[in-house]
């Protein structure tokens, strides 16, 4: 059975930098496509970065520069490093992994076959 496990979530204080780690288990794909996940209580999910088999980025508008998303060689754990924290980057993070069947890995496609049970990001002002 295939697990998503996150880690890293912490509580900083606004400009500061946090890791976190996604960590896989079980199954993995090929070719997948990896994102990162965030959401506030009663609002949407927002997708905030991705990272293909091959290593290719993608992110939201609001983290570009701040966020960096990156992977270990064996390709079983993801990072997400997030400098420069504000309190708009308070959430609960969430990996997702799916198999990206030869297609790209966008901010188009929402659905995922694996989640991770989420971390906490708290910033305070």
């Known amino acids: 059975q295939t697990r998503l496990v996150e880690s890293g979530g912490d509580s900083v204080q606004a400009g500061g930098s946090l890791k976190l780690s996604c960590a896989i288990s079980g199954f993995t794909y090929s070719d997948y496509c990896m994102r990162w996940f965030r959401q506030c209580p009663g609002e949407q999910r927002e997708g905030v970065a991705n990272?293909?088999?091959?290593?290719?980025?993608t992110y939201v508008d609001s983290v570009k520069g701040r966020f960096t998303i990156s992977q270990d060689t064996a390709k079983t754990t993801w990072y997400l490093q997030m400098t420069n924290l504000t309190f708009d980057d308070s959430a609960m993070y969430y990996c997702?992994?799916?198999?990206?069947?030869?297609?790209?890995?966008?901010?188009?496609?929402?659905?995922?076959?694996?989640w991770g049970q989420g971390t906490q990001v708290t910033v305070s002002s």
């Open positions: 997702a992994y799916r198999d990206r069947r030869g297609g790209g890995c966008t901010f188009s496609s929402e659905e995922f076959d694996y």
């Open positions: 990272i293909d088999d091959e290593g290719r980025t």
